[in-house]
């Protein structure tokens, strides 16, 4: 025989499991996928849900961002509440709607009051966090990528060759770097204006980014990139290079022919500084064969 916990200490459990609850999401790691997920998680816990789901505005729509339990359960009983039985709460912070939290179960009348009210008193706890740890997620993006290309930027390549060429020596494995810049980049400013030098670069950076999914490709400076090409060789570095390029061919700017672009690959250097300035000579090579003894010298790492 199983006996029903009496009401008041019912009462009483559950409260200290909502504030224990609290403390524990007030003193979470910021991360923006971790506090969803330790907030499904303890929205399923304390309301004996077959599923819990986090979903977030995205422009027109919301997105599934966390899911905990069973989460096929809960759109068959969103299209037929007979179902089971649905808790949704809205997330608002400072009047902004961050999310919505809801929990199911496949049998009907499974939840009471106490679920909702229990859920509504995490709602702003949750929707807090959930905004705090988005606006760190949104500056820790943006301290390294860049705002026009969204690319990494020279900080995050500064880091990320350090760690690919570590790994690559550890492991015994080839990694190749390719340094490029436009060729006559500041006449495409002068004579077509910034706008259109604005749309060069972001059409570099898709033709990068479309080149292989394994590379990593950052904006160095002004009309300097750089891609990383772990598992490479400097000469099978060339067709993943040459690909970008054929790639920039199909891309058009109004009053531009064609984007130029000048490349220098290199491999095989045991230190960061000493592949970027391999790299570097290679692209200053192939600028002076292109411009003659007036091609410009590069910046070299940061110290």
Do not use: W
């Not at 709602?123 to 905004?131: E, G, N, P, T, V």
């Not at 494995?173 to 436009?182: E, G, M, S, V, W």
């Not at 004579?191 to 990593?216: F, N, Q, Y």
């Not at 993943?240 to 700017?253: C, F, K, N, Y």
């Amino acid at each position: 025989m199983i006996l029903d916990m009496p009401p008041r200490q019912a009462t009483e459990d559950r409260l200290l499991r909502i504030i224990h609850t609290q403390n524990e999401i007030a003193t979470s790691d910021l991360r923006l996928g971790a506090a969803m997920q330790l907030a499904v998680d303890r929205a399923l816990e304390l309301t004996d849900a077959r599923a819990a789901v986090i979903e977030a505005p995205d422009q027109s729509e919301f997105v599934v961002e966390a899911t905990a339990g069973d989460a096929d359960v809960i759109q068959p009983i969103r299209l037929d509440p007979g179902n089971g039985s649905l808790i949704r709460v809205p997330l608002f912070h400072r009047r902004d709607r961050v999310g919505v939290l809801t929990v199911c179960h496949d049998e009907p009348d499974h939840f009471h009051a106490g679920d909702a009210q229990t859920l509504e008193l995490l709602s702003d706890l949750i929707a807090a966090h959930i905004s705090h740890a988005a606006l760190l997620a949104e500056e820790a993006h943006d301290s390294r990528h860049d705002a026009l290309t969204d690319l990494p930027n020279r900080r995050a390549y500064e880091e990320r060759l350090r760690h690919e060429l570590a790994r690559a020596l550890r492991y015994g494995h080839p990694l190749a770097l390719c340094l490029l810049d436009l060729d006559g980049f500041k006449g495409v400013n002068d004579r077509l204006g910034h706008p259109a030098g604005d749309e060069v670069l972001r059409a570099v950076a898709d033709a990068i980014r479309a080149t292989r999914a394994g590379d990593e490709g950052f904006r160095i400076g002004g009309d300097e990139f750089a891609i990383l090409l772990p598992e490479t060789t400097a000469r099978g570095a060339v067709a993943g290079v040459q690909r970008m390029i054929d790639e920039l061919g199909q891309t058009s700017v109004d009053g531009l022919e064609r984007i130029g672009v000048s490349y220098g690959i290199a491999s095989g250097e045991r230190d960061p500084d000493a592949l970027h300035a391999a790299a570097d000579r290679e692209l200053l090579a192939a600028k002076t064969a292109l411009y003659g003894q007036s091609a410009p010298r590069r910046a070299p790492l940061a110290a």
